[in-house]
């Protein structure tokens, strides 16, 4: 059976609603999302809302964007290399003051990370593999397959998932484990397209495809201006490469 993985939404409702229809084709039969839903983007409550729709077939861990909007926002990101400043913080409400109760409500129930088996395969899936403390591993655009074992080695699985650094990227090891990041679906880090990831499993086969997509990017360009948030500038143009 094949199994929809997408991570880093970031309130991107214009590129969801593209890869759902793209998913209906596709026949998939779990949609596991990675985390970061919201934040970024224009449209965390529709982003919430749509997934919500999906429920039934839906695996949602959440990252740290969830956790801002279900713990606070840290005074430091990035490694602690950043300090928030009063605009970030604007930012930050203006994202929760957009969430309805309803969807922080279903947000506050994810888990951090959860582990499924499918087909007696079993997935770590996590926005960001974490260490003992539940604190995220070092931020790694491009891990090596030793750090990927050593960044998952509390977990036991057959697929480690995660997502995180908007970077597709998949790796298998020598032992026959999956190292997955299916990239990000709603921002434009790396190109004008999203990116998301089906796993097909059949008996013990395991197969995995990378795709990128095209989407109305104008439209969720546009939307900056039409919802108008506090660092539309800065969003636009660091994540969805505006000024490219
Ligand atoms: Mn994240």
């Keep these: 059976m094949k199994y ?140 090596s397959i030793p750090e990927l074992i050593e960044y998952f080695k509390k977990y036991d699985a057959d697929i480690y998932l995660y997502g995180h650094t908007h970077t597709p990227k998949a790796n298998l090891s020598q032992e026959g484990k999956w190292y997955i990041n299916p990239g990000t679906l709603g921002t434009t880090d790396f190109g004008d397209y999203g990116t998301y990831g089906i796993i097909t499993i059949d008996g013990q086969n395991i197969s995995y495809v990378q795709k990128a997509f095209y989407y109305d990017l104008k439209a969720a360009l546009d939307d900056f201006e039409i919802m108008n948030p506090p660092r539309k500038d800065h969003m636009r143009d660091k994540f969805f490469g505006y000024k490219r």
């Excluded at 949609?31 to 949602?60: F, H, N, P």
């Excluded at 888990?111 to 790694?140: C, W």
Aim: hydrophobic share 35%; proline share 3%; aromatic share 8%.
């Design 4 to 143: 929809a993985v997408i991570s880093d939404i970031h309130g991107n409702v214009f590129a969801l609603k593209k890869t759902l229809e793209l998913l209906s084709q596709e026949n998939v039969s779990k949609i596991i999302c990675l985390g970061d839903a919201i934040g970024i983007g224009t449209r965390s409550e529709e982003c919430v809302q749509l997934l919500k729709q999906y429920e039934d077939k839906l695996i949602y861990v959440r990252g740290n964007h969830e956790d801002r909007c279900i713990f606070g926002v840290p005074d430091y990101i990035h490694n602690g290399q950043h300090k928030m400043t009063e605009e970030d913080l604007r930012q930050e409400s203006w994202i929760k003051e957009h969430l309805s109760k309803e969807s922080i409500d279903f947000i506050s129930k994810l888990p951090q990370e959860t582990s499924i088996t499918l087909e007696g395969i079993k997935i770590a899936v996590t926005h960001y593999p974490s260490d003992e403390n539940m604190e995220y591993r070092e931020f790694n655009l491009f891990p």
